[in-house]
């Protein structure tokens, strides 16, 4: 075969494959109900930018001789987040991250670094990528025993902290737990700080996802920095919705400039641990915090509340419990069979599983999904009785 | 003013906001030659990707209940990585990073956790990135001194190994330096090793830019897994392009499999640094090397070293003293003036600065630089004699 014709036949075989692809995430993206990621964006208007190889490269705020960056749009970004977590005397710093594990990943770094002998406590209920980035960072730590409905044990917490006072606590809060979103609650923790009499703490907020709802309902739980934290991650792909898994991490600057004094030493001042950071995330919080503003946000949240409401109803209506924490639009109910866990692609942990209802998921997608559920436990009780 | 005229100007302010940013993105591209960022490529076809929330969640080769995924894309390029990389006894397992700090931080991290009490070894033309990681993964380690042309000093490497001979040695081998890209010589380095009797040691290769060169030119230096490397790092927005930052890491299975093992007992399979990591990079990835294919990066890597020499020629007739390093298409020459550095982007350390012809960069553009240069410098020169 020439070779004109045989890169045709390869064009044709790769075009087919993209095609394929492009169908699964339409086909999937029908049935998306286990995890927090909002299918309702879109960005078309700055795909012009994905012509250029942007670099946000180190600290945001500071100058760079890469010029093909969007820190100044990255800077805006951190200052309205800075706002929603009640940052009122302009004292935290931040970037936007690849994600919640970065984001973690900086606070808890952070506090290692201020607290090299501090002992780090979180919950059994606290994401799985807190266990690998303790591991990394070689920090001491004891996971506390959580309530049943997600939240901390804060019996356990203030009996353990109590017999390790030599050590400062680095304390994980959970604004939102990952199975559960239950929101650890800051004036327990503080609380117990007080009275066991350790001023020498630090508290790293996990906000992943409720990070963007508590600043948009009528009674959140406390989370900000007015509540005691010092550092928080809220995950960017999580409610705004990216297709770029994203996040933004604050911390208050006057630690962070501890460890970017450490880092000038050894011969450098990027204060970010991803050095090259892409500049396109950003651009694409920017332009949802922009058009959707503080009012749309509110709709949003109330909405994704009602829906979660509703599927608690629904499940209700066909005997089965279901329960979310308050504000949370995380459903919890009994697991399915492992057929309909794919088929939805649901998220499970031990007997539970749970499906959230993000801003794309709308009442007739929860009737649809609850009569897949009601023909899975039927199956499965006959399968029973066979047996 | 009525709701929808307020809405409207602010659409308008920010139209008008992306408009100045995506011309600011159109200048600088065209005066970009200080950084290894291809400016040359077209992921247009691939855009509608970019409406859904996709999300390459933990190991790419284990399947997951996230559908939105695209772990097959992703592994296929893993595979073409190793091939380049001289795994041909396939014992490797990798992922696409975010780039490469992630990819050090992740050789490092399993180097550590294979070592403890390992002491780590790297050259003072080490990326700054390195020495972050360090810090953060608490290593030892220790400042090797440089040969002039950026290459790690043997002497200094086989005598400071040698008083700590009680340490595995965990050592980074540059594959292309950042200011200098010079290749460390992995036959020296494996030398030392068996004339100091360290049968445990282990190698991880920063190879971000050469990585992508080395295997398409005549006479290689060695730098994959038969030249003893345990791991390597590659960025895939230098040589390839990419508009965003990203990297792929490969590393031995067995190795890998060690810290998986560990991390199962924690409660989770997840290998990979990140948890959430974007499907984007490795569909952009698969499609250049899939269209590019082995003879189009030969073509291109000879255009880029024969753009270098030409740039050295161009500098020889102004006066100037320039050179690059065997197979490297970065051009080392005296610094000049900020305002230079600045206007072409210019990477500098100490008295020197370079530029770096990747395949964006056409002779005309280098024509144009030094021309500006020699500007430059006379007018330094002039003031000079003022002063």
Not at 83 to 92: E, N, P, V
Not at 180 to 195: C, S, W
């Given at each position: 075969m020439?070779k004109?014709?045989?890169?045709?036949?390869?064009?044709?075989?790769?075009?087919?494959k993209l095609d394929r692809?492009?169908?699964?995430?339409?086909?999937?993206?029908?049935?998306?109900?286990?995890?927090?990621?909002n299918?309702n964006?879109?960005?078309?208007?700055?795909?012009?930018?994905?012509?250029y190889?942007?670099?946000?490269?180190?600290?945001?705020?500071l100058?760079?001789?890469?010029?093909?960056?969007?820190?100044?749009?990255?800077?805006?970004?951190?200052?309205?987040?800075?706002?929603?977590?009640?940052?009122?005397?302009?004292?935290?710093?931040?970037?936007?991250?690849?994600?919640?594990t970065?984001?973690?990943m900086y606070?808890?770094?952070?506090a290692?670094?201020l607290?090299?002998?501090?002992?780090?406590y979180?919950?059994?209920?606290?994401?799985?990528?807190?266990?690998?980035?303790?591991?990394?960072?070689?920090?001491?730590?004891?996971?506390?025993?959580?309530q049943?409905?997600?939240?901390?044990?804060?019996?356990?917490?203030?009996?353990t902290?109590?017999?390790?006072?030599?050590?400062?606590?680095?304390?994980?809060?959970n604004?939102?737990?990952?199975?559960?979103?239950?929101?650890?609650?800051?004036?327990?923790?503080?609380?117990?700080?007080?009275?066991?009499?350790l001023?020498?703490?630090?508290?790293?907020?996990?906000?992943?996802?409720?990070?963007?709802?508590?600043p948009?309902?009528?009674?959140?739980?406390?989370f900000?920095?007015?509540a005691g934290?010092?550092?928080?991650?809220?995950?960017?792909?999580?409610?705004?919705?990216?297709?770029?898994?994203?996040?933004?991490?604050?911390?208050?600057?006057?630690?962070?400039?501890?460890i970017?004094?450490?880092?000038?030493?050894?011969?450098?001042?990027?204060?970010?641990?991803?050095?090259?950071?892409?500049?396109?995330s950003?651009?694409?919080?920017?332009?949802?915090?922009?058009?959707i503003?503080r009012?749309?946000?509110?709709k949003?949240?109330?909405?994704?509340?009602?829906?979660?409401?509703?599927?608690?109803?629904?499940?209700?209506?066909?005997g089965v419990?279901?329960?979310?924490?308050?504000?949370?639009?995380?459903?919890?109910f009994?697991?399915?069979?492992?057929?309909?866990?794919?088929?939805?692609?649901?998220?499970?942990?031990?007997?539970?599983?749970?499906?959230?209802?993000?801003?794309?998921?709308e009442?007739?997608?929860?009737?649809?999904?609850?009569?897949?559920?009601?023909?899975?436990?039927?199956?499965?009780?006959?399968?029973?009785?066979?047996?």
């Amino acid at each position: 075969m020439p070779k004109d014709d045989t890169d045709k036949l390869f064009q044709s075989t790769m075009n087919h494959k993209l095609d394929r692809l492009l169908d699964r995430m339409k086909c999937n993206s029908t049935r998306f109900l286990g995890y927090p990621c909002n299918q309702n964006f879109d960005y078309s208007q700055l795909f012009e930018f994905l012509n250029y190889s942007i670099n946000n490269v180190g600290d945001p705020f500071l100058p760079t001789s890469f010029g093909l960056n969007t820190h100044d749009i990255e800077c805006e970004v951190i200052n309205e987040f800075a706002t929603l977590c009640q940052d009122t005397r302009k004292l935290t710093w931040g970037y936007v991250t690849n994600g919640g594990t970065e984001g973690n990943m900086y606070g808890f770094y952070l506090a290692r670094e201020l607290y090299p002998q501090g002992m780090v406590y979180y919950s059994e209920d606290t994401h799985y990528s807190v266990a690998k980035i303790l591991r990394l960072l070689k920090s001491r730590s004891i996971m506390i025993k959580s309530q049943s409905n997600g939240e901390i044990d804060y019996d356990d917490l203030y009996e353990t902290i109590k017999i390790h006072r030599d050590s400062p606590p680095i304390i994980i809060a959970n604004i939102g737990t990952t199975m559960k979103g239950a929101v650890d609650d800051l004036q327990q923790i503080n609380r117990i700080l007080t009275e066991l009499a350790l001023p020498d703490h630090y508290i790293h907020a996990d906000a992943a996802l409720s990070g963007m709802i508590l600043p948009f309902v009528d009674e959140p739980q406390p989370f900000g920095f007015d509540a005691g934290i010092d550092s928080i991650s809220i995950s960017g792909h999580k409610m705004i919705g990216s297709p770029i898994p994203c996040g933004i991490v604050l911390a208050k600057k006057a630690n962070v400039e501890r460890i970017a004094r450490s880092i000038e030493y050894i011969g450098t001042l990027d204060t970010t641990l991803s050095g090259s950071r892409n500049g396109l995330s950003p651009l694409f919080l920017w332009s949802a915090i922009n058009q959707i503003k503080r009012a749309g946000f509110i709709k949003i949240i109330s909405h994704c509340l009602k829906v979660a409401d509703y599927a608690i109803s629904a499940f209700k209506k066909i005997g089965v419990s279901a329960w979310r924490n308050k504000n949370s639009n995380t459903v919890i109910f009994p697991r399915p069979s492992d057929e309909l866990i794919s088929q939805w692609q649901l998220a499970v942990h031990n007997d539970i599983a749970h499906i959230i209802t993000m801003p794309h998921v709308e009442e007739a997608f929860i009737d649809t999904f609850i009569s897949d559920y009601q023909r899975d436990t039927s199956n499965a009780d006959s399968k029973k009785g066979v047996a």
